[in-house]
């Protein structure tokens, strides 16, 4: 009589092969859920919100520095994550500069609540997409906008001092980039890659701490590189399709700039909720792996 062959244990489903498919499942749950309308959410409070906050980020960088100079090349720092083709904002900058505003308490206070708006719609955002049951307090949910706004002030502070660096660096290195030209161009890719590391820091912290729920750090990681490199390829084709405003005069005459803006902040949106679908689909499926090989094991040592 032959022994009875055991049955082979299951093999947990590889990392690769639960990222591939909680991509995919996030297209499917982007596209069934609410996803599509928090992003267009996004995008109107990031308009009302967009000037309080740069007058924040300026006031921010007036106390902690005087030099003129760290101050456009943070501004300068922060314009990579925009198409180029935004001049109303760079000519409000300039305004704001020529004749400075300054703020009592209770205009900061207001300058603060106007800029909670594009953070509240993101934690919105990011909670309906992980489903999540019990949702937080009208106050808890302003207080973790608000501790996104402190968070952005402090990477605009890092921003700051990366800036700083740079400038001693080019100061330094001035006479060999004038005898290699090639290291400009390196300095500005060096820009272009160094925002994207930011950003996908930034999306992974989101993505841990935003959501009502437990979420481990470990998931959070595919979901947040997935947004940066779809965002940098996104801003490259944006930036091609949007080249020339002269067309977007012809449609939408002086607001054509705003309505580009929008439409930027919307597909950013479109893929900053993707990653977090995708992380959720991710995180679902890792538990899922871990019940369904667990559960094998026991059926194993039961026939055993």
């Not at 960088?61 to 198409?83: E, K, W």
């Not at 719609?121 to 009208?138: L, M, P, Q």
């Amino acid at each position: 009589m032959r022994p009875r062959r055991k049955r082979r244990l299951p093999r947990p489903a590889g990392r690769s092969r639960l990222i591939g498919l909680a991509a995919w499942r996030g297209v499917g749950e982007l596209y069934n859920s609410e996803g599509l309308t928090h992003a267009a959410s996004i995008a109107y409070y990031a308009l009302l919100s967009l000037f309080p906050i740069t007058l924040l980020a300026l006031s921010i960088l007036g106390h902690i520095t005087s030099d003129s100079a760290d101050r456009d090349a943070v501004m300068r720092f922060a314009f990579r994550y925009f198409p180029r083709q935004f001049s109303f904002i760079t000519g409000q900058l300039d305004a704001f500069r020529t004749n400075p505003v300054t703020f009592g308490f209770w205009g900061v206070v207001a300058l603060m609540w106007g800029a909670l708006g594009v953070f509240n719609a993101i934690t919105s955002a990011v909670n309906h997409a992980w489903a999540v049951e019990k949702r937080r307090s009208f106050l808890k949910h302003r207080l973790i906008g608000f501790l996104m706004l402190v968070s952005a002030g402090v990477v605009l502070a890092i921003g700051l001092g990366i800036a700083s660096l740079v400038r001693i660096a080019e100061t330094r290195l001035g006479e060999a980039m004038a005898l290699s030209p090639w290291m400009v161009g390196f300095s500005s890719v060096f820009a272009s890659y160094l925002a994207t590391a930011l950003l996908i820091a930034c999306v992974a912290l989101v993505f841990y701490f935003i959501p009502n729920t437990k979420v481990r750090f470990r998931d959070v990681w595919p979901g947040a590189i997935l947004v940066g490199v779809l965002w940098r390829i996104a801003l490259s084709l944006f930036s091609w399709y949007a080249a020339d405003l002269a067309t977007w005069n012809v449609i939408h005459g002086s607001i054509a700039a705003v309505v580009v803006f929008l439409l930027w902040i919307y597909v950013s949106a479109v893929i900053l909720i993707y990653g977090v679908e995708m992380t959720a689909s991710y995180a679902r499926l890792q538990d899922a792996s871990v019940r369904h090989t667990s559960m094998s094991k026991e059926l194993q040592a039961s026939d055993g």
